[in-house]
């Protein structure tokens, strides 16, 4: 089975700071893509970021970059000098190369306090 | 315009009465996806397809129905509205090849059934 686990609900961050959102999966795929969606109060889905499992170097798009452990099946979302437009609910995802579904964790909503 | 548009926005219906949420996407994305968002649960998948005429249920398909006659259309139905069914719906669409895309989603539809 394929799952994704995101153990904080809740975050907040002081603006201008860092804050790194925690995301793990479980698959007994080899390959496979990994995402972290952005949500905004607008409930509009957005991409932040994506990583192919078979990539050694992390992602990154501008102040948005990601720390995967595939051994671990680590998928943590780093938010560098964090923006009031930052505050959303953040979602990673999951899909295994050889599957047709996207795996999507519970979410954790992240505040950006001024 | 061009992108993946649902409708309507918004719906307040009864139990038991018959509710279809329409989807249309204009890129011609080979799949198609229904989730609902509910608070704790995150995103679920209720059906998918990958093609026309070509539909899968997905986690919580019960109580739904989908068809898929034309690429670009991916109607939701439910077939006698439950209190449970009240949640925001996305619909989201995404291509295939050598590498897998990102889900483009939706702005959501947001059910109450009363």
């Known amino acids: 089975a394929q799952t994704v686990t995101q153990s904080q609900p809740e975050m907040s961050v002081q603006e201008a700071e860092t804050v790194t959102l925690s995301c793990t999966y479980d698959?007994?795929?080899?390959?496979?893509?990994l995402f972290w969606y952005k949500q905004p109060p607008s409930r509009q889905m957005i991409l932040v970021i994506r990583?192919?499992?078979?990539?050694?170097q992390n992602a990154t798009e501008n102040r948005f970059s990601v720390n995967f452990q595939k051994a671990a099946k680590s998928f943590s979302l780093k938010i560098s000098d964090s923006q009031l437009g930052d505050t959303a609910m953040y979602f990673c995802?999951?899909?295994?190369?050889?599957?047709?579904?996207?795996?999507f964790g519970t979410g954790t909503s992240l505040t950006v306090i001024p | 315009d061009a992108g993946i548009t649902q409708s309507p926005r918004y719906k307040i219906t009864e139990t038991g009465r018959q509710v279809t949420l329409m989807c249309h996407q204009t890129?011609?994305?080979?799949?198609m996806f229904w989730y609902r968002q509910d608070l704790g649960h995150g995103l679920r998948l209720i059906y998918y397809?990958?093609?026309?005429?070509?539909?899968d249920k997905g986690e919580v398909p019960d109580g739904y129905v989908v068809s898929r006659s034309k690429t670009e259309n991916f109607p939701l139905t439910l077939e006698s509205a439950t209190r449970s069914q009240t949640s925001v719906y996305f619909c989201?669409?995404?291509?295939?090849?050598?590498?897998?895309?990102?889900?483009?989603f939706g702005e959501g539809s947001r059910l109450t059934v009363l």
């Open positions: 989201a669409s995404s291509v295939r090849g050598k590498r897998i895309g990102e889900l483009f």
């Open positions: 698959t007994s795929e080899s390959n496979y893509y």
């Open positions: 990583q192919e499992a078979y990539k050694q």
């Open positions: 995802a999951f899909i295994p190369n050889t599957g047709n579904q996207f795996y």
């Open positions: 890129w011609s994305h080979s799949y």
């Open positions: 397809s990958a093609a026309a005429d070509i539909t």
